[in-house]
């Protein structure tokens, strides 16, 4: 069984026409968990519905960076709300992007610290995005992450960032960018972080994997981003399986009961 830690099944119109041959190619490949994620107010709802209507489903609720502008406190109030849903298992997608700069840095800072807050008062884990900020996210998720802590998604960064993430209670979950050919310092990464805090996700429908690269990326092919971790730690892809959905059950309390259905099989 292999979990996708990092999914929008529900992002724009992405898998508008086809989500259900999406989650059925998910499962047919061995991908038994998937964590649905939100990335704005207006589409928390749906991010949990999806999970309610699909066994292999959970779900976060959260806003992402670019959105920062929309996490009000009466927003957040109604994603602290929608976290008492069992399927929701963590609080994401939040952090930083300085990349873009969709929102002012003072904005993002802010909105980031009132989710790490929340998640820790609702008891939640975080899925973190992080892209040209280390700084500040250090500063942040050192001052205000909860107890559960959480996931650094999609890590982009060196190992010393890595090495503070890790310090700082953090998991560290590669994306279809660990097989790109520029990403070798990535690669470096994946090879040197503890067992115990690896996770595989697919970022769907971003971010697919070579020899996908370009194409609409979907939970199935985790797999092919499980293949290569497997391969730079030097297991058996089944050996990385049972190592990244034992993390992510300590992560995030559970697997969704067709992962459990498949491991008692």
Do not use: K
Not at 112 to 139: G, I, K, M, T, Y
Not at 229 to 255: D, H, K, P, Y
Request: hydrophobic share 45%.
């Amino acid at each position: 069984m292999i979990c996708d830690s990092h999914a929008h099944l529900n992002h724009g119109n992405a898998f508008g026409n086809d989500r259900e041959e999406v989650l059925e190619r998910a499962r047919e490949a061995g991908v038994g968990c998937i964590l649905n994620v939100a990335t704005r107010p207006d589409d928390a709802a749906a991010t949990v519905e999806v999970a309610r209507r699909h066994p292999q489903v959970l779900a976060a609720v959260g806003i992402h960076p670019h959105e920062a502008v929309l996490a009000t406190p009466a927003a957040l109030d109604d994603l602290e709300r929608l976290s008492a849903d069992p399927m929701v298992v963590a609080w994401g997608e939040i952090g930083l992007d300085y990349h873009y700069m969709n929102a002012p840095r003072d904005v993002q800072c802010a909105a980031f610290a009132s989710q790490l807050e929340r998640a820790a008062a609702c008891n939640l884990p975080v899925s973190v995005h992080n892209r040209d900020s280390d700084r500040d996210l250090l500063d942040l998720i050192t001052r205000h992450a909860g107890p559960r802590r959480g996931v650094v998604h999609c890590f982009t960064s060196d190992w010393t960032m890595a090495t503070a993430c890790l310090d700082a209670g953090f998991f560290l979950s590669f994306s279809g960018i660990l097989t790109f050919p520029s990403a070798e310092s990535l690669r470096d990464v994946a090879r040197r972080a503890p067992a115990q805090r690896l996770l595989v996700e697919t970022d769907s429908p971003y971010l697919a994997p070579v020899p996908h690269r370009g194409a609409r990326n979907e939970p199935a092919r985790v797999v092919d981003v499980l293949d290569l971790l497997a391969e730079l730690r030097g297991v058996s892809a089944a050996e990385m399986a049972v190592i990244t959905s034992e993390n992510f059950r300590t992560l995030f309390g559970q697997l969704t009961d067709s992962s459990n259905s498949r491991a008692g099989a």
